[in-house]
Each structure stands twice: as structure tokens, then as C-alpha cells.
């Protein structure tokens, strides 16, 4: 019987993971949903479900979810950056402080946390803290967002010439960011160069 029902939620999970790849999010929701039910304990049916919800934009339930992860298994860093990201999107930066950095202190190199992190750092205005975490992020994975998260934090602290170099980088990753070029502007503005903040706010109102 018990392998009856092993093979049975086995199912389940594998239904429900196709229809997550198939992005029919509210269907994966509910086969999760009924496994988290029938079996608490069940970590991975959680996580998934937390993951699903976090996809459906539901944070609270998504971090209610991760909350469930982490109290069986507490060194789960995945369930920790799920949970931080979704406090994040309530704007709950503190909370979402604390489980990002646990995350980050039990896999230092979830690059993806680090970057959450530091963002979440950079709001709550603790920029030293927070170009530690941008820069790891950048060291573990380079994109176009963890380096114009770095100039942002750069530019707060008045570091210039490192926001430019940051806001360029990010473009040669992504050069379509109208953003990112209109932050470039401001910066090469503050430095005294106005004919390459020109520029760029040129290029900002093409690409918008």
C-alpha cells in the first residue's frame, strides 16, 4: 500500500512539472497543492508549490510555502533565497534581509541571492554591505543587472568614476536598457561630462 502511494504522488509530481514547463501555472498549483495536503512533511511538494506561487505573483502564500521548507530543513539555502525573494515582493525588506543572507551563509555561491541580497541591502541603505554582496553576485555570475545594481549603490555613495565604468558594463551585457543609459547620463553629469551625458540620455530616448 505504502508503495502503492509513493508511486502514486511520484506521479503527481512528475504530472505536475509538466504543466510548470508548459507555464499552465494555475493546474500545477492545485496537483501541488493537493500533495502538500495529504502529506506535510513533504519538503519538495513545498518548495515547488512556493515556487508556482511565486509565479503566480501570490508571495504570501509563496512565503508561507518556503516557511514550511525551512522549519524541516533549515539548511535548505534554495528555501531560504524563496522565502527572501518573496518578502521581497511585499516589500517586507528586513525579513526578506534576514532569509537571503541565510541563504547566502549556507551557499555563498547562489548567485542569485547575493544579487537579491545586495538589491535588498541597497533599499534598506546599507551600501557597504551591499556592493559586497552586487560584487559577489558579479563575481559568481556577470549580468547586465547585478552590474547597473552595482552603479546604483555607487552612485549613492558618490563613487562616480566606478558607476560609469558599472553602467557600461552592464550595457556591453545588455546594450537595449533605456535605463541603464539614462543612469549613465546622471552619472557622467555628476562627474563634469556633459557632452557624454548627452549621449547618453540620446540613446535612452531611442530606446524608449
Known amino acids: 500500500m505504502a508503495n502503492s502511494n509513493t508511486s502514486t504522488r511520484t506521479a503527481t509530481k512528475q504530472e505536475a512539472l509538466a504543466l510548470l514547463q508548459k507555464n499552465r501555472l494555475p493546474e500545477a498549483k492545485n496537483l501541488y497543492a493537493e500533495l502538500c495536503q495529504s502529506d506535510r512533511t513533504d519538503t519538495e511538494a513545498h518548495y ?15 512565503a508561507d ?3 514550511q521548507v525551512v522549519a524541516i530543513q533549515p539548511q535548505m539555502a534554495m528555501a531560504h533565497y524563496g522565502l527572501g525573494a518573496a518578502l521581497k515582493a511585499q516589500g517586507k525588506l528586513t525579513e526578506a ?14 548567485a542569485a541571492a547575493c ?27 556577470p549580468t547586465a543587472d547585478a552590474h547597473f545594481s552595482l552603479g546604483k549603490v555607487q552612485f549613492s555613495q558618490g563613487l562616480m568614476i566606478e558607476a560609469v565604468a558599472s553602467y557600461q558594463e552592464a550595457l556591453k551585457l545588455n ?11 546622471f552619472a557622467w553629469l ?3 561630462g556633459l557632452n557624454e551625458a548627452v549621449e547618453s540620455c540620446r540613446q535612452a530616448i531611442k530606446l524608449k
Do not use: H
Not at 534581509?97 to 547562489?110: E, F, G, H, R, T
Not at 554591505?129 to 559577489?136: D, H, I, S, Y
Not at 546594450?175 to 547620463?185: H, N, V
Open 115 to 141: 544579487f537579491d541580497l545586495g538589491n535588498v541591502l541597497y533599499s534598506l541603505g546599507k551600501l557597504d554591505e551591499a556592493k559586497e554582496n552586487l560584487q559577489q553576485a558579479l563575481r559568481l555570475k
Open 97 to 110: 534581509m534576514d532569509s537571503l543572507k541565510q541563504a547566502v551563509q549556507i551557499k555563498p555561491d547562489l
Open 190 to 192: 555628476s562627474r563634469g
Open 48 to 62: 515547488m508549490l512556493g515556487v508556482v506561487s511565486g509565479k503566480l505573483k501570490q508571495f504570501a502564500e509563496a
Open 175 to 185: 546594450p537595449a536598457r533605456a535605463d541603464i543609459y539614462s543612469a549613465l547620463g
Open 65 to 67: 510555502c518556503f516557511r
